[in-house]
Protein backbone atom coordinates (compact mmCIF):
# COMPACT_ATOMS: atom_id res chain seq x y z
CA UNK A 1 0.00 0.00 0.00
CA UNK A 2 1.45 3.06 -0.86
CA UNK A 3 0.74 6.70 1.15
CA UNK A 4 1.84 10.26 1.38
CA UNK A 5 3.38 11.86 4.36
CA UNK A 6 0.48 14.56 4.37
CA UNK A 7 1.95 18.43 3.90
CA UNK A 8 2.37 20.95 6.46
CA UNK A 9 2.86 24.37 7.06
CA UNK A 10 6.70 25.38 6.00
CA UNK A 11 8.35 26.21 9.45
CA UNK A 12 11.02 26.84 7.28
CA UNK A 13 12.29 27.73 3.68
CA UNK A 14 15.19 28.27 1.53
CA UNK A 15 16.86 31.55 0.87
CA UNK A 16 18.94 31.32 -1.87
CA UNK A 17 20.47 34.83 -1.31
CA UNK A 18 21.43 33.53 2.67
CA UNK A 19 22.02 30.14 0.77
CA UNK A 20 20.63 28.87 4.04
CA UNK A 21 17.43 27.21 5.50
CA UNK A 22 16.17 29.71 7.54
CA UNK A 23 12.51 30.00 9.72
CA UNK A 24 10.86 33.52 10.06
CA UNK A 25 12.63 34.38 13.03
CA UNK A 26 16.09 33.46 11.54
CA UNK A 27 15.02 35.65 8.18
CA UNK A 28 14.22 38.63 10.93
CA UNK A 29 17.52 38.67 12.24
CA UNK A 30 19.42 38.34 8.80
CA UNK A 31 17.40 41.39 7.58
CA UNK A 32 17.74 43.30 10.54
CA UNK A 33 21.17 43.11 10.16
CA UNK A 34 21.90 42.22 14.02
CA UNK A 35 22.45 39.03 16.06
CA UNK A 36 20.72 38.23 18.83
CA UNK A 37 21.44 36.65 22.36
CA UNK A 38 20.30 33.13 22.50
CA UNK A 39 16.65 34.43 24.61
CA UNK A 40 15.86 36.47 22.62
CA UNK A 41 13.11 36.43 19.83
CA UNK A 42 12.59 38.75 16.49
CA UNK A 43 9.64 37.50 14.20
CA UNK A 44 8.22 40.58 12.78
CA UNK A 45 9.43 41.59 9.52
CA UNK A 46 8.89 44.55 8.11
CA UNK A 47 6.39 44.76 4.73
CA UNK A 48 9.38 46.52 2.05
CA UNK A 49 10.93 43.17 2.12
CA UNK A 50 7.94 41.09 1.05
CA UNK A 51 8.55 41.39 -2.84
CA UNK A 52 12.24 40.48 -2.36
CA UNK A 53 10.78 37.21 0.29
CA UNK A 54 8.45 36.22 -2.57
CA UNK A 55 11.16 36.05 -5.34
CA UNK A 56 14.10 34.86 -2.96
CA UNK A 57 12.83 32.09 -0.38
CA UNK A 58 11.89 28.74 -2.25
CA UNK A 59 10.20 26.00 -0.54
CA UNK A 60 13.25 23.73 0.48
CA UNK A 61 11.32 20.29 -0.65
CA UNK A 62 9.97 21.17 -4.28
CA UNK A 63 11.69 24.33 -4.86
CA UNK A 64 8.76 26.57 -5.06
CA UNK A 65 9.16 30.51 -4.83
CA UNK A 66 6.17 32.63 -3.48
CA UNK A 67 6.53 33.06 -0.34
CA UNK A 68 4.50 35.27 1.94
CA UNK A 69 5.75 35.73 5.90
CA UNK A 70 2.45 34.29 8.41
CA UNK A 71 2.68 36.35 11.97
CA UNK A 72 2.51 33.66 14.66
CA UNK A 73 -0.88 34.81 16.73
CA UNK A 74 -1.91 33.94 20.60
CA UNK A 75 -5.15 33.14 22.26
CA UNK A 76 -6.77 36.58 23.31
CA UNK A 77 -7.58 35.00 26.65
CA UNK A 78 -4.72 32.52 27.72
CA UNK A 79 -1.66 34.31 25.12
CA UNK A 80 -0.97 30.87 24.30
CA UNK A 81 0.78 30.66 20.99
CA UNK A 82 -2.37 28.91 18.50
CA UNK A 83 -0.22 29.43 15.14
CA UNK A 84 3.33 29.77 14.59
CA UNK A 85 5.12 31.91 12.28
CA UNK A 86 5.65 30.21 9.31
CA UNK A 87 6.06 30.79 5.33
CA UNK A 88 2.59 30.61 2.68
CA UNK A 89 3.62 30.01 -0.98
CA UNK A 90 1.21 31.21 -3.35
CA UNK A 91 1.19 31.79 -6.71
CA UNK A 92 -0.13 34.70 -9.36
CA UNK A 93 -3.59 32.98 -8.87
CA UNK A 94 -3.50 33.06 -5.17
CA UNK A 95 -3.69 29.39 -4.76
CA UNK A 96 -0.95 26.84 -3.02
CA UNK A 97 2.02 27.43 -5.10
CA UNK A 98 3.94 23.97 -4.03
CA UNK A 99 4.01 20.82 -6.25
CA UNK A 100 1.23 18.30 -5.75
CA UNK A 101 3.71 16.14 -4.35
CA UNK A 102 5.57 18.43 -1.97
CA UNK A 103 5.16 17.85 1.64
CA UNK A 104 3.61 21.28 2.32
CA UNK A 105 1.28 20.94 -0.88
CA UNK A 106 -2.46 21.32 0.75
CA UNK A 107 -3.61 22.46 3.93
CA UNK A 108 -1.67 25.56 5.44
CA UNK A 109 -3.69 27.23 8.46
CA UNK A 110 -0.34 27.25 10.46
CA UNK A 111 -2.39 26.37 13.41
CA UNK A 112 -0.66 24.24 16.07
CA UNK A 113 -2.77 21.16 16.24
CA UNK A 114 -0.65 17.76 15.04
CA UNK A 115 2.76 17.49 17.14
CA UNK A 116 4.00 14.83 14.97
CA UNK A 117 4.44 16.86 12.10
CA UNK A 118 5.72 20.43 13.11
CA UNK A 119 7.75 22.34 15.54
CA UNK A 120 6.34 24.72 18.16
CA UNK A 121 8.52 27.31 18.80
CA UNK A 122 5.83 29.18 20.69
CA UNK A 123 5.13 25.90 23.23
CA UNK A 124 7.30 24.37 26.32
CA UNK A 125 9.08 22.60 23.97
CA UNK A 126 11.01 25.21 22.82
CA UNK A 127 14.26 24.79 24.95
CA UNK A 128 14.32 21.37 23.23
CA UNK A 129 14.06 22.86 19.56
CA UNK A 130 16.50 25.71 20.34
CA UNK A 131 18.54 22.93 21.90
CA UNK A 132 18.56 21.20 18.34
CA UNK A 133 19.34 24.36 16.53
CA UNK A 134 22.47 24.96 18.49
CA UNK A 135 23.84 21.22 17.74
CA UNK A 136 22.93 22.53 13.91
CA UNK A 137 24.52 25.44 14.14
CA UNK A 138 28.19 23.63 15.74
CA UNK A 139 27.58 21.02 12.71
CA UNK A 140 28.08 23.91 10.42
CA UNK A 141 30.69 25.18 12.03
CA UNK A 142 32.75 22.24 12.39
CA UNK A 143 31.92 21.66 8.63
CA UNK A 144 30.60 18.48 9.29
CA UNK A 145 27.71 19.23 7.18
CA UNK A 146 25.89 22.56 5.72
CA UNK A 147 23.47 24.33 4.36
CA UNK A 148 23.69 22.49 0.69
CA UNK A 149 23.75 19.60 3.19
CA UNK A 150 20.39 20.12 4.26
CA UNK A 151 18.52 21.38 0.77
CA UNK A 152 20.01 18.02 -0.57
CA UNK A 153 18.45 15.94 2.29
CA UNK A 154 14.69 17.99 1.29
CA UNK A 155 15.66 17.13 -2.24
CA UNK A 156 16.05 13.07 -1.92
CA UNK A 157 12.88 13.04 0.18
CA UNK A 158 10.70 14.81 -2.60
CA UNK A 159 12.06 12.58 -5.22
CA UNK A 160 11.62 9.69 -2.94
CA UNK A 161 8.09 10.46 -2.63
CA UNK A 162 7.50 11.59 -6.66
CA UNK A 163 8.77 8.62 -7.60
CA UNK A 164 6.97 6.09 -5.35
CA UNK A 165 2.95 6.70 -5.20
CA UNK A 166 -0.45 4.81 -5.55
CA UNK A 167 -3.83 5.62 -5.28
CA UNK A 168 -5.40 6.11 -1.94
CA UNK A 169 -8.06 3.05 -1.15
CA UNK A 170 -8.01 2.34 2.39
CA UNK A 171 -11.23 3.70 4.15
CA UNK A 172 -11.96 4.76 7.56
CA UNK A 173 -13.19 1.43 8.40
CA UNK A 174 -10.49 -0.51 7.30
CA UNK A 175 -8.61 1.57 9.69
CA UNK A 176 -11.14 1.42 12.75
CA UNK A 177 -10.87 -3.10 11.62
CA UNK A 178 -7.09 -2.97 12.66
CA UNK A 179 -7.02 -0.62 15.55
CA UNK A 180 -9.92 -3.22 17.09
CA UNK A 181 -7.68 -6.02 16.20
CA UNK A 182 -4.51 -3.82 17.52
CA UNK A 183 -6.38 -3.70 21.08
CA UNK A 184 -7.54 -6.86 21.04
CA UNK A 185 -5.51 -9.11 23.82
CA UNK A 186 -3.72 -11.43 21.18
CA UNK A 187 -0.84 -12.43 23.02
CA UNK A 188 -3.38 -13.76 25.40
CA UNK A 189 -3.83 -18.01 23.96
CA UNK A 190 -5.79 -20.89 24.61
CA UNK A 191 -6.77 -23.88 22.93
CA UNK A 192 -10.31 -24.42 23.56
CA UNK A 193 -11.96 -27.59 23.86
CA UNK A 194 -15.99 -28.76 24.25
CA UNK A 195 -15.14 -30.52 28.09
CA UNK A 196 -13.94 -26.85 28.94
CA UNK A 197 -17.66 -25.97 29.00
CA UNK A 198 -18.54 -28.07 31.66
CA UNK A 199 -16.82 -25.79 33.85
CA UNK A 200 -20.12 -23.87 35.91
CA UNK A 201 -18.52 -20.39 35.33
CA UNK A 202 -17.11 -20.78 31.64
CA UNK A 203 -16.42 -17.92 30.41
CA UNK A 204 -17.66 -18.64 26.41
CA UNK A 205 -16.78 -14.42 25.62
CA UNK A 206 -13.23 -15.56 26.77
CA UNK A 207 -12.96 -18.75 24.88
CA UNK A 208 -14.42 -16.94 21.86
CA UNK A 209 -11.70 -14.08 22.10
CA UNK A 210 -8.96 -16.90 22.84
CA UNK A 211 -10.18 -18.81 19.10
CA UNK A 212 -10.44 -15.29 17.68
CA UNK A 213 -6.37 -14.67 18.23
CA UNK A 214 -6.14 -18.29 16.65
CA UNK A 215 -7.75 -17.41 13.56
CA UNK A 216 -6.26 -14.44 12.90
CA UNK A 217 -3.04 -15.10 14.06
CA UNK A 218 -1.02 -13.53 10.79
CA UNK A 219 -3.39 -10.56 11.06
CA UNK A 220 -1.66 -9.45 14.45
CA UNK A 221 1.82 -10.01 13.32
CA UNK A 222 1.25 -7.71 10.90
CA UNK A 223 0.13 -4.86 13.53
CA UNK A 224 3.91 -5.58 15.50
CA UNK A 225 5.12 -2.42 17.34
CA UNK A 226 2.36 -0.38 15.95
CA UNK A 227 0.55 1.90 18.57
CA UNK A 228 -2.43 1.51 20.90
CA UNK A 229 -2.93 5.32 21.27
CA UNK A 230 -6.00 6.58 19.83
CA UNK A 231 -4.88 9.94 18.56
CA UNK A 232 -2.30 8.00 16.08
CA UNK A 233 -5.65 5.91 14.57
CA UNK A 234 -7.65 9.00 14.63
CA UNK A 235 -5.19 10.53 12.62
CA UNK A 236 -4.72 7.25 10.29
CA UNK A 237 -8.66 7.97 9.63
CA UNK A 238 -8.46 11.12 8.92
CA UNK A 239 -6.09 11.09 6.19
CA UNK A 240 -7.89 8.27 4.80
CA UNK A 241 -10.36 10.92 4.00
CA UNK A 242 -8.40 13.62 2.90
CA UNK A 243 -6.41 11.66 0.51
CA UNK A 244 -9.49 9.72 -0.98
CA UNK A 245 -8.64 8.73 -4.31
CA UNK A 246 -5.20 10.92 -4.90
CA UNK A 247 -2.20 9.73 -5.53
CA UNK A 248 -0.01 9.42 -2.69
CA UNK A 249 3.38 7.88 -1.29
CA UNK A 250 4.79 4.27 -0.77
CA UNK A 251 5.37 4.68 2.83
CA UNK A 252 7.66 1.24 2.50
CA UNK A 253 10.40 3.52 0.79
CA UNK A 254 10.86 5.23 3.51
CA UNK A 255 10.81 2.74 6.45
CA UNK A 256 14.00 1.40 6.78
CA UNK A 257 15.12 4.83 6.79
CA UNK A 258 12.83 5.78 9.76
CA UNK A 259 13.66 2.58 11.52
CA UNK A 260 17.50 3.79 11.53
CA UNK A 261 16.60 7.35 12.44
CA UNK A 262 14.67 5.98 15.74
CA UNK A 263 17.01 3.76 16.55
CA UNK A 264 19.57 6.60 16.61
CA UNK A 265 17.42 8.42 18.53
CA UNK A 266 17.26 6.46 21.54
CA UNK A 267 20.96 5.70 21.25
CA UNK A 268 21.62 9.14 21.49
CA UNK A 269 18.99 9.80 24.23
CA UNK A 270 20.55 7.27 26.22
CA UNK A 271 24.11 8.08 26.01
CA UNK A 272 24.36 12.03 25.12
CA UNK A 273 24.37 13.12 28.87
CA UNK A 274 21.94 15.46 27.86
CA UNK A 275 18.05 15.46 28.02
CA UNK A 276 16.08 15.92 24.89
CA UNK A 277 12.66 15.23 26.55
CA UNK A 278 10.69 13.86 29.66
CA UNK A 279 9.95 10.53 27.39
CA UNK A 280 11.65 7.62 28.26
CA UNK A 281 14.34 6.24 24.98
CA UNK A 282 12.59 2.71 25.50
CA UNK A 283 9.23 4.29 24.87
CA UNK A 284 10.62 5.94 21.24
CA UNK A 285 9.30 2.86 19.35
CA UNK A 286 5.78 3.73 20.59
CA UNK A 287 5.24 6.77 21.63
CA UNK A 288 7.51 8.42 19.37
CA UNK A 289 10.98 10.43 19.95
CA UNK A 290 11.28 13.92 19.76
CA UNK A 291 10.55 15.52 16.77
CA UNK A 292 13.64 17.75 16.66
CA UNK A 293 16.07 15.18 17.75
CA UNK A 294 14.15 12.96 15.18
CA UNK A 295 15.46 15.74 12.54
CA UNK A 296 18.86 15.90 13.37
CA UNK A 297 19.07 11.80 13.51
CA UNK A 298 17.47 11.90 10.03
CA UNK A 299 20.34 14.66 8.86
CA UNK A 300 23.28 12.89 10.89
CA UNK A 301 22.93 9.50 8.91
CA UNK A 302 21.72 11.04 5.59
CA UNK A 303 25.17 12.84 6.12
CA UNK A 304 26.67 9.67 7.35
CA UNK A 305 24.87 7.60 3.95
CA UNK A 306 22.84 5.54 6.49
CA UNK A 307 26.10 4.18 8.49
CA UNK A 308 25.25 4.36 12.03
CA UNK A 309 28.41 4.04 13.62
CA UNK A 310 29.16 7.01 11.47
CA UNK A 311 26.53 9.17 12.31
CA UNK A 312 27.26 8.61 16.36
CA UNK A 313 30.56 9.76 15.84
CA UNK A 314 29.47 12.67 14.13
CA UNK A 315 27.10 13.17 17.35
CA UNK A 316 29.69 12.46 19.59
CA UNK A 317 31.97 15.35 17.96
CA UNK A 318 28.35 17.59 17.91
CA UNK A 319 28.29 17.16 21.66
CA UNK A 320 31.87 18.27 22.55
CA UNK A 321 32.22 20.96 19.74
CA UNK A 322 31.96 24.49 21.84
CA UNK A 323 28.93 26.73 21.62
CA UNK A 324 28.38 28.14 18.13
CA UNK A 325 29.16 31.60 17.23
CA UNK A 326 26.09 32.13 14.88
CA UNK A 327 23.02 30.89 15.73
CA UNK A 328 21.23 31.98 12.67
CA UNK A 329 23.07 29.38 10.52
CA UNK A 330 21.23 26.39 11.45
CA UNK A 331 17.91 25.31 11.30
CA UNK A 332 16.23 21.74 11.43
CA UNK A 333 12.63 22.76 12.34
CA UNK A 334 10.84 21.81 9.13
CA UNK A 335 13.09 19.31 7.99
CA UNK A 336 11.87 16.33 9.43
CA UNK A 337 11.45 13.90 6.19
CA UNK A 338 9.25 11.71 9.15
CA UNK A 339 6.72 13.62 10.40
CA UNK A 340 3.34 11.96 10.56
CA UNK A 341 5.18 8.84 9.93
CA UNK A 342 2.83 6.51 12.77
CA UNK A 343 -0.33 7.63 11.37
CA UNK A 344 0.86 6.73 7.29
CA UNK A 345 2.01 3.54 8.71
CA UNK A 346 -1.29 2.55 10.28
CA UNK A 347 -3.07 3.52 7.03
CA UNK A 348 -0.68 1.10 5.63
CA UNK A 349 -1.06 -1.68 7.70
CA UNK A 350 -4.95 -1.56 7.89
CA UNK A 351 -4.77 -1.92 3.88
CA UNK A 352 -2.58 -5.12 4.39
CA UNK A 353 -5.21 -6.22 6.91
CA UNK A 354 -8.04 -5.46 5.18
CA UNK A 355 -7.02 -7.20 1.78
CA UNK A 356 -5.51 -10.70 3.78
CA UNK A 357 -9.30 -10.39 6.08
CA UNK A 358 -11.33 -13.04 3.94
CA UNK A 359 -13.63 -13.27 6.84
CA UNK A 360 -15.19 -9.95 7.31
CA UNK A 361 -13.78 -6.90 9.19
CA UNK A 362 -16.49 -6.63 11.83
CA UNK A 363 -15.33 -7.22 15.03
CA UNK A 364 -18.04 -8.16 17.54
CA UNK A 365 -19.93 -9.61 14.71
CA UNK A 366 -16.74 -12.26 14.27
CA UNK A 367 -16.60 -12.56 18.11
CA UNK A 368 -20.69 -13.74 17.97
CA UNK A 369 -20.08 -15.85 15.51
CA UNK A 370 -17.33 -17.18 17.27
CA UNK A 371 -18.95 -18.09 20.29
CA UNK A 372 -21.90 -19.56 18.54
CA UNK A 373 -19.68 -21.79 16.84
CA UNK A 374 -17.92 -22.96 19.86
CA UNK A 375 -20.96 -23.41 21.58
CA UNK A 376 -22.17 -25.87 19.12
CA UNK A 377 -18.93 -27.91 19.24
CA UNK A 378 -19.68 -28.44 23.11
CA UNK A 379 -23.72 -29.64 21.92
CA UNK A 380 -22.25 -31.65 19.61
CA UNK A 381 -20.02 -33.13 21.96
CA UNK A 382 -22.77 -33.47 24.60
CA UNK A 383 -24.50 -35.94 22.70
CA UNK A 384 -21.55 -38.14 21.96
CA UNK A 385 -20.63 -38.03 25.81
CA UNK A 386 -23.65 -37.92 27.98
Request: neutral net charge; hydrophobic residues 40%; contains cysteine.
Amino acid sequence: MQVILGGYMATTAYSKHYAREIDVEQLAWLLSGRQPDASEQVSEIDSKWSEWIRSDVQCSSCGRIGAHVVRSARSRGTQKVIRQSHFRFLGQDGNDAHHPFCEFYGEDDGVLSQPDGLVNLGSERSAETRLIRELVCKGIEQNLFDQSTIRAMRQWFFELKASSRFRMTVTPEQVEWARCLRRHAHYQRWTFHPAQAEMPGFDWAAAAKYQFTEEHLPLFELLRETPVEATHWRRAQELTIRHKDQEVFDLSALRPHYDAALTLCRFVAKNAGVKFSPTDPDSYRWKGPPVPLLALCGLSLFVSSWDMNAAIAMFAKLLRSPAPADLSRGNVIGLNPFHEYTPWRLVQVSADIASSSFDGQDYPGRLAAIEAKLREQHRLWKLQNP
